[in-house]
Antibody, heavy 120, light 111 residues
Framework: QVQLQESGPGLVKPSETLSLTCTVS????????WSWIRQPPGKGLEWIGY???????DYNSSLKSRVTISVDTSKNQFSLKVRSVTAADTAVYYC??????????????WGQGTLVTVSS | DVVLTQTPLSSPVTLGQPASISCRSS???????????LSWLQQRPGQPPRLLIY???NRFSGVPDRFSGSGAGTDFTLKISRVEAEDVGVYYC????????FGQGTKLEIK
């Protein structure tokens, strides 16, 4: 059974870069596409982007200019970077298995999420 | 971009009674492969979202049969036949036909 775990700093200063990593266990990262999703406190869900094991990506157009998702197959991990953060980037960040190519066509497996606060 | 609009945004329900949530899409959700990638997720307080229903009407593994999904084109519905206390949380529709977008969420609470 695939499990996902996010890791990274819980506090980032304004204008700096937010960096998170998701570790995939119980399965190969090469088997699926993988996404990042975020949820501001008390608000709804926003898809950030996805990646596959070859490094092919697609991003939400609203965030594309500030976001990079990368993959490290040797560690079974994928990562998120968000540049030039502001308070509006404060959110719980989730990694999840992406719908692309999956039999369910949806996000069927999620990490527990990690809260990132942008503040000086 | 595809916009998903859920109604109601809040739904107080009596235990044992049915509940229904609507999700309307700004565009048709039939993919070029013939599938409609509309799903429903449940988020209990303090938990990550959990997949309930995929491709309009298919229950995910372990989901009780009191949950059902229906719809076509741009209008979709999630129904809970008899609400239980563990169903409290926020429900989201999500489409993956054209990128990925979520509805605003519907908060289900017990009266």
């Amino acid at each position: 059974q695939v499990q996902l775990q996010e890791s990274g700093p819980g506090l980032v200063k304004p204008s700096e870069t937010l960096s998170l990593t998701c570790t995939v266990s119980g399965g190969s990262i090469s088997s699926s596409y993988w996404s990042w999703i975020r949820q501001p406190p008390g608000k709804g869900l926003e898809w950030i982007g996805y990646i596959n094991y070859r490094g092919s990506t697609d991003y939400n157009s609203s965030l594309k200019s500030r976001v990079t998702i990368s993959v490290d197959t040797s560690k079974n991990q994928f990562s998120l970077k968000v540049r030039s953060v502001t308070a509006a980037d404060t959110a719980v960040y989730y990694c999840a298995r992406d719908p692309y190519g999956s039999r369910w066509g949806s996000f069927d497996c999620w990490g527990q999420g990690t809260l990132v606060t942008v503040s000086s | 971009d595809v916009v998903l609009t859920q109604t109601p945004l809040s739904s107080p329900v009596t235990l044992g009674q049915p509940a229904s949530i609507s999700c309307r899409s700004s565009q048709g959700l039939v993919h070029s492969d013939g599938n409609t990638y509309l799903s429903w997720l449940q988020q209990r307080p303090g938990q990550p979202p959990r997949l309930l229903i995929y491709k309009i009407s298919n229950r995910f593994s372990g989901v009780p049969d009191r949950f059902s999904g229906s719809g076509a084109g741009t209008d979709f519905t999630l129904k809970i036949s008899r609400v239980e206390a563990e169903d409290v949380g926020v429900y989201y529709c999500m489409q993956a036909t054209q990128w990925r977008t979520f509805g605003q969420g519907t908060k289900l609470e017990i009266k």
